[in-house]
């Protein structure tokens, strides 16, 4: 046998896949440390599929996580580790944080997908009401230009598109104790969820067949006003709590205060005033259409999250 031949043998050899991951589809998940991207992840291998989860240089691994998830140092904002990330995928899930930058973050991960060459699905994680109430809310508008890029690129795709996340209440805890849910939020209902819910769906869309083209959006069991919230959540603090509908003005100025970036302070205030006008009310049963079972309620929730509402500290 010839050096060269004993070379190219060797390469090929090297390039093989281990015999356990033959025929496994590899899925990539971005955002992977995050709050929904985390559960994603865990999700994914409970059901023993291949994962990849692009965690920031630095960022700290879940602990919930198996030794067999593939963690790979990547970032939105750098095309050539998206690449590296990316490469023999099957399935992407993008979920990117929100920011500023957030669409052409979307836009990059979309742009690594078409470029490996191989077509895979992409599950763009956006929010309830893309694609419909962009208009001047700027979380919206940047899931709704990264829906615009993904139809056009090309590539299968599916969009999940939660809404407001009941695991948003957890960060209010310190406020509840004290008695008040005070927020920009008028008399509208809305039909939070549970991100244990929308990660589950993922799961599903992402492991699941006969999803392309579609737009899930994914909601609670029923819309709530936030009096009818706060007094659920009085319940898990153990006192009651009241619900203070702040104008948008004074919401901002609390936030600025509290320190918040005004963009995203501002882009909050603009969502609250979708939820205020009832623009978030709408109940769907597409977390029970993809999981198999009903969407988790706002009382399951707090009722399992009782400790940590109850807690000093906040999460
Ligand atoms: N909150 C809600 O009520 C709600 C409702 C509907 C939809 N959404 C949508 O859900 C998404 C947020 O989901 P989430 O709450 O699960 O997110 P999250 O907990 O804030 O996590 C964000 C993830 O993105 C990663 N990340 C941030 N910047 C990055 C960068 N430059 N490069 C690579 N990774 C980066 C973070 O990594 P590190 O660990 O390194 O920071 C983390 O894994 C947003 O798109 C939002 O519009 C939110």
Do not use: C
């Not at 399935?91 to 191989?118: K, S």
């Not at 599950?123 to 962009?134: D, I, P, S, T």
Request: no cysteine; net charge negative.
């Amino acid at each position: 046998m010839t050096s060269a031949l004993i070379k190219q043998l060797s390469a090929a050899i090297v390039s093989l896949k281990p015999y356990e991951t033959w025929g496994r589809q590899m899925i990539v998940v971005t955002g992977a440390t995050g709050t929904v991207g985390s559960e994603v992840v865990s999700g994914l291998r409970a059901r023993g599929e291949r994962v990849r989860a692009l965690v920031r240089d630095g960022s700290a691994v879940p602990a919930h996580w198996d030794a067999e998830v593939e963690a790979v140092a990547a970032d939105f904002t750098n095309p050539a580790s998206l690449d590296r990330a990316l490469a023999d995928a099957d399935a992407v899930y993008v979920l990117v944080a929100v920011h500023p930058e957030m669409d052409t973050h979307e836009r990059n991960v979309i742009d690594a997908a078409v470029r490996t060459g191989r077509r895979p699905h992409v599950v763009l994680h956006a929010a309830a009401g893309v694609g419909e109430h962009g208009e001047g809310i700027r979380f919206l508008a940047a899931h709704t230009a990264g829906l615009g890029y993904l139809g056009a690129s090309g590539l299968p795709w599916t969009v999940l598109a939660p809404n407001g996340f009941y695991q948003n209440f957890l960060g209010m805890a310190a406020a509840l104790r004290t008695g008040r849910l005070a927020l920009p939020g008028g008399t509208g209902a809305v039909s939070y969820v549970d991100t244990r819910d929308v990660a589950e769906a993922a799961v599903a869309v992402l492991t699941g067949e006969g999803h392309e083209n579609a737009i899930y959006t994914l909601t609670g069991p029923a819309a709530l006003t936030h009096a009818e919230i706060a007094g659920v959540l009085g319940e898990a603090v153990g006192h009651p709590v009241a619900y203070e509908a702040l104008e948008p003005e004074a919401a901002l100025a609390g936030m600025l205060a509290a320190g918040w970036a005004p963009w995203r302070a501002e882009g909050m205030v603009e969502l609250y005033g979708l939820y205020a006008a009832g623009g978030a009310s709408a109940v769907t049963n597409d977390v029970e259409k993809l999981t198999g079972r009903p969407a988790r309620s706002l009382a399951t929730f707090v009722t399992e999250h009782a400790a940590a509402f109850r807690a000093e500290t906040d999460h």
